[in-house]
């Protein structure tokens, strides 16, 4: 059976987002050695869960490309800022890199609009949903570092923000 093809425009951009995905993901690794460094194991064990959960994203667009005949061509991988002030500017990080994800979702989005590619619309639609909860989360973090301004709301909120960030989506 012959391969549906992508178009020009729709293919450079889901292997551009997929770069994005593996540079997320190598982020979120720096983010969470950061934390582990300076022993906010909780934050730590959520950025690397949440590394992971980028290079899946990665795949699942490596998987989509594959499956339709096209190559995933891989970029070179910038280092990411790994050196931060607080743990606050931390989660601004993980809060712009959201943001940024969601701008590069929408781009490839747009042009498998623009190309009529309804394989690729259906798939990034999963992936546009994903970071309405993506940036929420994002955002609840940032608001949580914020305000643990008494003593020993860090350390408190660094022993639950597993459960902080991840009981609206598992219905705990």
Not at 33 to 62: L, P, S, T
Not at 79 to 99: C, D, H, I, N, T
Not at 108 to 132: C, H, K, N, R, T
Request: aromatic share 8%.
């Amino acid at each position: 059976m012959p391969k549906i093809s992508i178009k020009p425009a729709t293919l450079a951009e889901l292997t551009r987002q997929l770069n994005n995905e593996l540079g997320a993901s190598h982020a979120y690794l720096a983010l969470a050695i950061w934390c582990d460094a300076v022993n906010f194991k909780g934050f730590a064990r959520y950025f690397y869960k949440q590394a992971n959960e980028e290079r899946a994203h990665a795949q699942k667009m490596i998987d989509h490309l594959l499956d339709r005949g096209a190559s995933a061509g891989l970029q070179p991988i910038s280092a990411p800022k790994s050196e931060f002030k607080s743990l606050l500017e931390v989660a601004r990080q993980a809060q712009e890199m959201e943001g940024a994800n969601t701008a590069g979702i929408n781009a490839a989005y747009q042009a498998a609009l623009q190309e009529g590619d309804y394989p690729a619309q259906v798939m990034l639609q999963w992936f546009i949903s994903e970071q309405v909860e993506e940036e929420a989360w994002a955002d609840e973090m940032v608001e949580r570092v914020q305000n643990a301004s008494c003593a020993g709301s860090i350390g408190e909120l660094d022993r639950h923000i597993e459960r902080y960030l991840t009981e609206k989506t598992t219905g705990a």
